[in-house]
């Protein structure tokens, strides 16, 4: 079944909200035994059925993912996405995953917000 922009759009929506992180540096850090073992990885090109891709945007230090058209040379401005999976050394069933841009510093997180 093909999907349009709005169904994606929809979707993504309701899994995804955009929030300011806002964090500390400190000159001292130190680090405790991992839960977590790292699994391994996989990369992954997303298009939708109009084949367009995802490109990231940075201006001022914002950073934002666009889906669009892109031919010749822009071809190579398509974000890949890496996906790691880890074990986690707990009572849940659940498998942690982060999924970060290929390349880059940054990545995409969820928040639960309710119940929801």
């Known amino acids: 079944t093909l999907f349009q922009d709005n169904d994606l759009l929809e979707l993504l929506s309701t899994v995804f909200m955009e929030d300011e992180i806002r ?8 680090m405790a035994e991992s839960v977590h073992r790292y699994l391994g990885s996989r990369q992954f090109r997303i298009t939708d059925s109009a084949n367009k891709c995802l490109v990231l945007q940075e201006f001022s230090g914002q950073a934002q993912l666009l889906a ?25 069933r659940k ?6 841009i290929v390349g880059r510093n940054l990545y995409l997180s969820c928040v639960k917000i309710g119940r929801a």
């Open 23 to 30: 964090f500390q540096t400190f000159e001292t850090t130190s």
């Open 95 to 100: 498998q942690p995953v982060t999924l970060g």
């Open 68 to 92: 669009l058209h892109l031919q010749g040379a822009n071809n190579q401005r398509h974000v890949k996405l890496n996906m790691a999976s880890y074990t986690f050394n707990g009572t849940t």
